[in-house]
C-alpha cells in the first residue's frame, strides 16, 4: 500500500458529470492500492445514498465525517477535492488540490481567493486553464476528467436524429 494518505471531498451520491468522475477517481485510488478517505459532498443530490455504482462497495470503510477528530489530528498528504466547494477541506500540512470548471472565458470573481489558495487547481479542458489563468488563477494545470474503457465503447453508434 502507498504511504500518502489522500482525502477525496467531492459529490459521491448523484448522477451529475463531476460525481461520475469522482467515482473514477476512487476507482483509481483502488486500483493504485493508496491510503485514502472519501469525504462526500452531500449538497448536489437529493437522492442521500441510495444510489448503486461500480465502487460502492469499496468505499463503505473509507467514508469519514469531514469534521471528524481524526482528521484534525492526523491530517491527509494530499486533500483532493473534485469541484470548487463552499466549505473547503484545507490543511497547511497537505497538499490541496482542487479539480473544477466553470464553462465560460472567466473564472468567477467570488471563487478566485479559494483557487489561488490552493496548491494546485486541475481544470479538464485546455480552454478552461486558459480562462483560469487569465482570470489570475496562476496555479492552474490541464488535467482531463477520467475515461473508464471498461465501460466506454467508441464502436457504438451515436448518430443524432438527422444523421444520415
Known amino acids: 500500500m502507498k504511504e500518502d494518505q489522500v482525502l477525496l471531498h467531492g459529490p459521491l451520491y448523484d448522477h451529475s458529470g463531476y460525481a461520475t468522475a469522482f467515482r473514477s477517481m476512487i476507482d483509481i485510488m483502488n486500483s493504485l492500492d493508496y491510503q485514502y478517505l472519501i469525504v462526500p459532498d452531500f449538497r448536489w443530490s437529493g437522492l442521500g445514498t441510495n ?3 461500480s465502487c460502492n462497495g469499496a468505499i463503505k470503510n473509507h467514508l469519514i465525517n469531514k469534521n471528524s477528530s481524526f482528521l484534525k489530528n492526523n491530517p491527509p498528504d494530499i486533500i483532493y477535492q473534485m469541484q470548487r466547494s463552499r466549505s ?5 500540512n497537505s497538499l490541496n488540490i482542487i479539480h473544477t ?3 465560460t472565458d ?4 467570488g471563487w478566485k481567493l479559494e483557487l489561488n489558495q490552493a496548491d494546485m487547481v486541475m481544470n479538464p479542458s485546455e480552454f478552461g486553464v486558459g480562462a483560469f489563468k487569465r482570470s489570475g488563477i496562476s496555479n492552474c494545470y490541464y488535467m482531463p476528467f477520467y475515461i473508464d474503457t471498461n465501460k466506454f465503447n467508441s464502436d457504438i453508434n451515436k448518430s443524432i436524429k438527422g444523421d444520415k
Open 106 to 109: 472567466q473564472c468567477p470573481q
Open 88 to 92: 473547503p477541506i484545507n490543511s497547511s
Open 51 to 53: 444510489i448503486n455504482f
Open 101 to 103: 470548471m466553470f464553462e
